[in-house]
């Protein structure tokens, strides 16, 4: 009986697994929508809870104390268990989307007068970037110089409300700008600059790109990758046959845009 080749067999375990993984990320989605609708009801419920509590305190009603302290405290832990479990949901659901961004990533460089300008375009057709970005309420500004004196040729932010803050939704700021090239004095001081001024700002850093021309030696390199830990710092390089070089590569989640 002839055996199926080996490589063909990974094939198959690979298909089955991501046809599984597919359907798993469908599911999730399905289920995310429902915990939404079911935190909302919780929500609600903990106000009436909580003015029944305090009608009690006003009254000085001790039953009544007792048991609205007791549901207040049940519908708390309830809540929190929900907003665990989407956050779990969310990881999965941003797995999958990394997945899909690598199987289907395109390196070709758009048209366009400036190396920002061909960036934005990229991140646009790519990831529709700036619509999302406005439909969310988000604000662009191009350039913009930070407090530490360096000028990004743009930045973008996105600030939630505290009840969306609440629901999952992240402050995120977003740094793009252009160098002739980059050493590794100028990456750490930039680091620095960014990240102090998210901080003040309350948000989280999406990703914060440079834009250059050429290459860059080892030491960038080692430091780009050991710090995407920490941070979605990115130099993009334009190569000469019209690609994009991504150091590293930075798959997008869809809780923090881009």
């Not at 939404?36 to 419920?45: D, K, N």
């Not at 049940?74 to 907003?83: E, N, T």
């Not at 620095?192 to 030696?217: H, L, M, P, Q």
Request: charged share 25%; aromatic share 12%; hydrophobic share 45%.
């Amino acid at each position: 009986m002839a055996q199926k080749p080996t490589d063909r067999m990974g094939e198959d375990a690979l298909s089955t697994l991501l046809s599984a993984l597919e359907e798993l990320v469908n599911n999730a989605s399905q289920i995310n929508k429902k915990i939404i609708y079911a935190i909302y009801f919780l929500m609600g419920w903990c106000i009436f809870v909580f003015a029944l509590w305090i009608s009690s305190i006003i009254e000085l009603h001790l039953i009544g104390i007792l048991i609205y302290t007791t549901l207040f405290i049940m519908v708390l832990l309830a809540l929190r268990g929900l907003l665990g479990i989407r956050e779990a949901l969310a990881v999965v659901i941003n797995r999958y989307s990394a997945y899909k961004f690598m199987d289907n990533i395109n390196f070709k460089i758009p048209s366009g007068s400036t190396p920002v300008e061909r960036y934005l375009k990229y991140l646009n057709k790519t990831l529709n970037f700036e619509k999302n970005l406005i439909k969310k309420g988000g604000k662009i500004e191009s350039p913009k110089k930070l407090p530490c004196g360096i000028t990004v040729d743009y930045y973008a932010e996105l600030k939630y409300n505290a009840f969306r803050q609440l629901m999952g939704h992240r402050n995120y700021s977003f740094f793009l700008m252009k160098k002739d090239s980059v050493d590794i004095s100028f990456l750490k001081s930039f680091v620095k600059c960014i990240k102090n001024f998210a901080d003040d700002r309350k948000t989280e850093i999406g990703r914060a790109v440079i834009i250059t021309s050429r290459d860059i030696d080892d030491e960038v390199y080692d430091y780009l990758v050991n710090f995407r830990s920490e941070m979605p710092l990115q130099v993009v390089i334009e190569m000469d046959d019209n690609t994009y070089d991504f150091i590293p590569i930075i798959a997008p989640r869809s809780d923090l845009l881009p």
